[in-house]
């Protein structure tokens, strides 16, 4: 007689749905590496703040440290009278290397002359101002271009008393007469690019205006500078 084997139960070929899963396998921590401390690094890094921090004082010092001063409105003319509409006020960084007008000096700059051209938007310094107008009375200013050789070698600066010599012509021979001589004030020296001649303007006796002029005309003159102690 053949026994048959009872059929597989069916809660044994699929696990029941609310069956609990098998626990997962712990997966390894590796432990975050640990920073070194650099002392250069940290040094730096203080340093440069601090650098930082002194920038940002000076920059502030410098922009803060300011003085009121005097500057031209418009441009004006050598010798012309300044009113308070020619002038105004500006702000400007205090530099020891400037020297101009504080503003609070506007009512003792009015109605004094320029002693030079003052350009418009310029800063006023005291040696553009004068109470002086050039030429004075009984004078006249005279241009003298001179070479190099005919100019002393030390530099003339305005208020240098001179003497404008004449010197021999062409043959260059002296004369048993002494040579005619004119006493003058410098005024002013400059250069002139294209000739390379030194153009001294002088103050001169309106007596001896005309004479010096033809004689600086014809080339053959050169200055003398007298001492400048008084």
């Not at 703040?49 to 001063?69: D, E, F, I």
């Not at 530099?95 to 051209?117: F, I, N, S, T």
């Amino acid at each position: 007689m053949t026994t048959m084997a009872d059929p597989p139960r069916a809660d044994t070929l699929h696990p029941a749905p609310d069956a609990a899963p098998a626990p997962a396998a712990p997966v390894p921590v590796t432990p975050a590496p640990k920073l070194r401390r650099r002392p250069t690094l940290v040094a730096a890094s203080v340093a440069l703040v601090c650098l930082g921090a002194l920038l940002a004082a000076w920059a502030w010092t410098a922009t803060s440290s300011t003085t009121t001063v005097l500057a031209a409105r418009v441009s004006v003319e050598r010798g012309a009278l300044i009113t308070a509409g020619d002038l105004m006020t500006v702000q400007v960084s205090a530099d020891p290397a400037l020297h101009p007008v504080p503003a609070a000096e506007m009512p003792a700059v009015v109605g004094r002359r320029a002693a030079a051209d003052i350009t418009a938007g310029t800063l006023l310094s005291r040696d553009q101002v004068t109470d002086t107008l050039l030429p004075g009375a009984g004078e006249s200013l005279v241009g003298i271009g001179l070479p190099a050789a005919g100019m002393p070698g030390e530099p003339l600066a305005a208020g240098d008393a001179v003497r404008v010599v004449s010197t021999p012509g062409a043959q260059g021979e002296l004369g048993d007469a002494p040579p005619v001589e004119v006493a003058a004030t410098v005024v002013a020296v400059a250069v002139d690019d294209i000739t390379g001649l030194r153009i001294v303007t002088v103050a001169v006796p309106e007596a001896d205006a005309a004479a010096l002029a033809a004689r600086a005309a014809t080339g053959n003159v050169a200055l003398v500078l007298d001492s400048r102690q008084r």
